[in-house]
């Protein structure tokens, strides 16, 4: 029984379709799965323009801690632990 890591690229995150193969190609194995995403473009851009300032101004942690919280809770309804 082998394990399965398949990464699906964050731009199809939101793909229906893209959803619906990795269900179907997941469900060929009886061994672990792990699923690993790439980030999502604008997670990323908050990470890319975060970095930036970093090197302008220096950094506030609970300033890109709260825009990164906020990009999860305004796209899903559960807690993001």
């Known amino acids: 029984m082998s394990d399965r890591v398949?990464?699906?690229?964050?731009s199809h995150i939101g793909n229906p379709t893209s959803i619906q193969n990795l269900k179907e190609y997941s469900g060929k194995s009886k061994g672990r799965k792990f699923v690993v995403v790439s980030a999502i473009p604008e997670l990323l851009e908050v990470i890319n323009k975060s970095i930036a300032t970093v090197f302008l101004t220096g950094i506030n942690a609970?300033?890109?801690h709260a825009k990164i919280?906020?990009?999860?809770t305004d796209r899903i309804t559960e807690a993001v632990s």
């Not at 398949?6 to 964050?10: A, F, T």
């Not at 919280?69 to 999860?72: H, N, P």
């Open 62 to 64: 609970d300033e890109l």
């Open 69 to 72: 919280q906020s990009f999860f």
């Open 6 to 10: 398949i990464r699906l690229g964050g």
